[in-house]
């Protein structure tokens, strides 16, 4: 365009006007038109279309950490879409560009405006700074009732972000941990780690508060929080009645589902209303790749495709990450459990969750056992067991752990994916954590004792086991042992072909950037949508 004679003499023409509204009109007004008529081509500079004029709105700074290179100077002498607390524009422009001049803006600002008209134009709808020292706090924990009467009339903040525990277990682990390690060390936000009866202790990180869950200051923090993200459900991990209307819930969820979950799952037809409720209050959830999306909008009614966010599980960082940029503390796990490995294989064997517990585990007989950690010895194995965190019964550790087993709840290894890490091979059933195995490329079983009657009665499944398992499905320990005698032989190469394109079904991204994504996904909504989910009515509905 620069070099075409046409927009040359266009350019040479300009004089100097007396007026901006006659620069406009005389010059800009038909730029665009007369360049689509030389047969040029354009497009947006953003992907998203936005209303009004969004470098004078509350878009900008979004457009801004997108690489938006302009600062209109009218945006903070003028405010006119009454954008709150434009005051933080130096925080964000240093932000993206830490070397821009700043003091000469700040100048140029005083000399246009004035210091009266900016205090009044970067502060609008300005609350305060709400420091722990003069945040209102209850003397004692609030009932629901008047819980939701503070949610109503307290003020939210977009850059105020609620990370609650495990509902089941109280670790801070899985997507939520991966995401709060993408932006623990970001001033602009505010991280709150709401707690339950363990202890969360973390190293690094900039403006991060952890509060019990149930305290006055919990609740006090919790209604102010923008955004809230859960692993499994509102009730579950939120616990209050937090408004769905006032504040953007965000389910990160647990796992890439293979069996049934939700609205789709066969033992829930019973409660569809409920279920229906619970989702209805949830701004958005994600998913690890289109087939998954599918999956998790059935699970997720009556939450829509466009709700599901296919941006790969912030978790599944940790598995693919160089050991040296993971955190401290997940870092000295792995010191700690190669230790306890000491140079063996680690197999490790992770059922899934069954609605009768002891009475739906298998019962390996006594020889069965033998026959089990002979094989172990003779391989150099070492068979580690991690039951699902809502198992209580612990009926395959109380058989397996008593022979040499390691223990590898939860409990003891919050981070799964550590285990991961250091593994040589996996022994599960239904477990979706199978899928996440597939990204260390390592052998693993599938111990489908109950096959038909988990997938006929129980739960359902989304995908035939047979089709998308990534080695052998054995229905009887005869079948079991079978394959572990082959467990770690080296793969062909049309069965490193299959074990891709099984992979490939689950992942549209195999990269450490899951965390990144969703971050994305989260500063998009709260930049354009602003705090609340106005689409609970009509989910509800």
Request: hydrophobic share 40%; glycine share 6%.
């Amino acid at each position: 365009v620069f070099s075409d004679a046409r927009f040359r003499k266009m350019l040479s023409s300009v004089s100097r006007q007396r007026r901006k509204i006659d620069v406009i009109r005389k010059y800009e007004i038909g730029l665009t038109r007369n360049l689509i008529a030389w047969g040029y081509k354009f497009d947006t500079f953003m992907e998203y279309l936005f209303p009004f004029h969004p470098v004078y709105g509350k878009w900008y700074f979004y457009l801004l950490r997108k690489g938006f290179p302009l600062l209109k100077r009218r945006l903070l002498t003028e405010n006119q879409y009454l954008v709150p607390a434009l005051y933080r524009w130096v925080d964000e422009v240093r932000r993206v560009f830490p070397f821009a001049n700043i003091s000469a803006i700040e100048k140029n600002l005083r000399r246009v405006a004035g210091s009266e008209r900016l205090a009044s134009t970067l502060h609008v709808g300005d609350w305060g700074e709400m420091g722990s020292d003069i945040m209102p706090v209850a003397e004692n924990i609030l009932d629901i009732d008047d819980f939701k009467a503070l949610d109503l009339v307290t003020p939210k903040y977009r850059d105020w972000w609620g990370f609650p525990v495990c509902g089941f277990s109280g670790n801070f682990s899985g997507n939520e941990r991966a995401l709060f390690e993408e932006v623990k060390n970001d001033l602009s936000i505010k991280k709150v780690i709401f707690t339950l009866d363990k202890d969360v202790s973390l190293k690094g990180g900039e403006n991060v508060e952890v509060v019990p869950l149930h305290s006055s200051r919990g609740q006090a923090l919790l209604v102010r929080c923008g955004v809230v993200f859960v692993r499994h459900s509102p009730s579950r991990n939120i616990y209050y009645p937090l408004s769905p209307v006032l504040h953007n819930i965000i389910n990160l969820w647990h796992g890439i589902p293979f069996k049934k979950i939700g609205y789709a799952s066969e033992d829930m037809q019973d409660s569809l209303a409920a279920i229906a409720y619970e989702h209805a209050q949830c701004r958005a959830v994600i998913a690890s790749s289109k087939m998954d999306a599918m999956a998790m909008a059935a699970a997720f009614y009556p939450l829509s495709i466009n709700d599901v966010w296919n941006t790969g599980l912030p978790r599944n960082d940790f598995i693919l990450r160089d050991e040296a940029s993971l955190p401290s503390d997940m870092q000295d796990e792995l010191v700690r459990l190669r230790s306890l490995v000491a140079g063996r294989r680690l197999v490790i064997f992770m059922p899934t969750f069954r609605n009768a517990q002891e009475d739906g585990s298998y019962v390996f007989s006594q020889d069965e056992l033998s026959r089990l950690f002979g094989w172990a010895e003779k391989n150099n194995v070492v068979l580690g067991v991690r039951e699902h965190m809502a198992d209580i019964s612990g009926s395959y550790s109380s058989l397996l752990l008593g022979r040499g087993g390691l223990d590898l709840s939860e409990r003891l290894w919050p981070n799964v994916e550590m285990l991961y890490r250091v593994s040589s091979a996996l022994i599960t059933d239904y477990s979706s954590g199978f899928i996440d195995y597939m990204l260390t490329g390592k052998p693993m079983i599938s111990f489908a004792h109950d096959l038909e009657r988990y997938i006929e009665v129980e739960r359902g499944a989304f995908y035939d086991l047979r089709k998308v398992f990534p080695g052998a499905v054995c229905e009887s320990f005869e079948e079991l042992e079978i394959a572990l005698s082959d467990l770690f032989r080296s793969l062909s190469p049309i069965e490193r072909e299959e074990m891709s394109w099984k992979r490939s079904m689950f992942f549209d991204f195999q990269d450490d950037r899951s965390s990144r994504r969703v971050l994305e996904k989260v500063e998009q909504i709260m930049t354009v949508d602003s705090v609340g989910n106005f689409d609970f009515g009509r989910n509800v509905t």
